[in-house]
């Protein structure tokens, strides 16, 4: 068994938000997501795998397939369909989330 602490060790970058890999195996990846207030993830897909979203801290606003952005804070579960384009902008704090894609190409 592996653990992860969630909530702890936080890397915050000044220009870009910061993707940290948690664990990564042919079967899946798990990445801690750390924006500061104002930074943005960019619309893009996973085509080939879905991607469930858990909300660590803070609040962001994200948007789906149907483009109109939402707020979630801590404790949501957003769940994108493969293909489905989304994007997530950091509001007045912080935000930490955590997404867990199926595959990873190149991974062994």
Do not use: C, W
């Not at 801290?57 to 801590?74: K, L, M, V």
């Amino acid at each position: 068994m592996q653990t992860f602490q969630l909530e702890q060790n936080y890397v915050f970058y000044d220009r870009d938000p910061f993707a940290q890999p948690l664990y990564v195996d042919k079967m899946g990846r798990i990445l801690r997501f750390m924006l500061k207030p104002g930074q943005s993830v960019v619309e893009h897909t996973a085509p080939h795998s879905p991607v469930y979203i858990v909300v660590v801290s803070g609040t962001g606003r994200f948007s789906g397939g149907d483009g109109e952005a939402q707020s979630y804070g801590p404790g949501s579960l957003l769940v994108f369909a493969p293909g489905e384009p989304h994007a997530i902008h950091a509001q007045e704090e912080e935000l930490v989330f955590v997404a867990f894609l199926h595959g990873a190409p190149g991974a062994q």
